[in-house]
């Protein structure tokens, strides 16, 4: 047998260790267009974090997401999974590495949803007892309970269905997911949820992950690292959400990212970040915990008409005081 990442070694969480993914000047040109969909995209993943293709409709992201899994040929450049190009690799191999999850879900209708989990591991030739683990294993993580595993899609909620694709994708404990708009077809308050359960997920089975949304405020919530592409498939930015919104590349990314860039800034840094230095002495004022986003506890002030707030840590001992003021400097991007 050729050397195989399907035999790589467990990682401490008990899943497969994660790997890298590069993009170098990956480049897909449509036959009989003119210009390219994807142009010269480089950038790097580094293991284990989540990177967000964002921008808007047609500009490249399905096109630069399929290119990783060979569902769409590289017109020109590479892209190299776990430092290994993609193009010399087997097809059937590398897509046993890769979970996908694919816009509408494309769950089996016809099949449970105990057998939709275990579609991979099937073709992987798995025994009974190992797949029957891992469906119980999958459903647990996602938390439905043992006894949904003899429904059939139609029988699920939306959000329900969305997660089982999630659990689909992670069946045969791939290292690198591929998820595009995964959460795309679910009305907002579902989609927090979802997005919040995602992120748990993730912190346990650390795996790296490209993820496709066009909602930038999806991506800012879910994204290690953001790129943002504009049409003609050109990379404005890559860069981690509070660097975006803090310093936008060109005016394309400026406008992307929104008029309230500064409030979306302070959703992404708590008050436990904020050096201890830069807080007034503690008295009086609402008691504010230092885990609390500074956008959240702006609207805390701003709501109570107080101009600062009594910082506690997680003992409920006071360590000094934030204001209104200070907050309103740190979204302008001045540093305490
Ligand atoms: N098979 C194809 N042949 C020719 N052009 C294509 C093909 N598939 C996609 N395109 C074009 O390539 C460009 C990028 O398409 P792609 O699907 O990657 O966009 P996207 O960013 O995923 O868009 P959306 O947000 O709408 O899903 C578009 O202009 C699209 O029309
Ligand atoms: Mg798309």
Redesign the pocket.
């Given at each position: 047998m050729t050397r195989s990442d399907t035999a790589q070694p467990e990682g401490p969480s008990g899943y497969r260790e994660a790997i890298d993914l590069e993009f170098a000047a990956a480049t897909?040109q449509?036959?009989?267009?003119d210009s390219p969909?994807?142009d010269a995209l480089s950038l790097k993943v580094p293991a284990g974090e989540i990177c967000v293709?964002v921008?808007?409709?047609?500009?490249?992201?399905?096109?630069?997401?399929?290119m990783v899994n060979r569902m769409?040929d590289i017109t020109s450049g590479d892209i190299l999974v776990g430092g290994r190009s993609v193009k010399d690799r087997d097809v059937d191999d590398l897509r046993r590495e890769i979970g996908y999850v694919i816009?509408q879900i494309g769950l089996f209708p016809h099949r449970t949803i105990g057998d939709n989990i275990a579609t991979v591991p099937r073709l992987l030739g798995w025994d009974k007892h190992r797949i029957n683990a891992r469906v119980e294993e999958l459903l647990d993580l996602i938390d439905l309970p043992p006894e949904m595993r003899k429904r059939y899609p139609a029988q699920l909620s939306g959000g329900q269905r969305q997660r089982v694709g999630v659990a689909r994708a992670l069946a045969a404990d791939p290292p690198l997911m591929l998820m595009?708009?995964p959460f795309g077809a679910i009305d907002p308050i579902n989609r927090d949820r979802l997005q919040n359960e995602f992120l748990r997920l993730q912190a346990v089975v650390k795996k790296t992950i490209v993820f496709?949304t066009?909602d930038i405020d999806e991506a800012i919530k879910m994204g290690d690292r953001i790129a943002i592409?504009q049409?003609g498939?050109k990379l404005a930015q890559y860069a981690p959400p509070a660097e975006l919104l803090l310093n936008p590349a060109n005016a394309f990314v400026d406008d992307f990212v929104g008029a309230d860039r500064a409030l979306k800034r302070l959703s992404l840094i708590r008050v436990s970040e904020i050096p201890r230095s830069a807080l007034g002495n503690a008295n009086g004022g609402i008691e504010i915990p230092d885990d609390t986003p500074l956008r959240t506890a702006l609207s805390e002030l701003l709501g109570r008409g107080e101009l600062h707030g009594r910082v506690v840590d997680e003992h409920g001992e006071a360590v000094g005081s934030l204001s209104v003021d200070a907050i309103a400097r740190l979204a302008a991007g001045e540093r305490l």
């Open positions: 897909k449509y036959a009989g267009t969909a994807v293709l921008g808007p409709s047609g500009c490249g992201k399905t096109t630069a997401m399929r769409i816009q595009d708009e496709v066009h592409l049409v498939g």
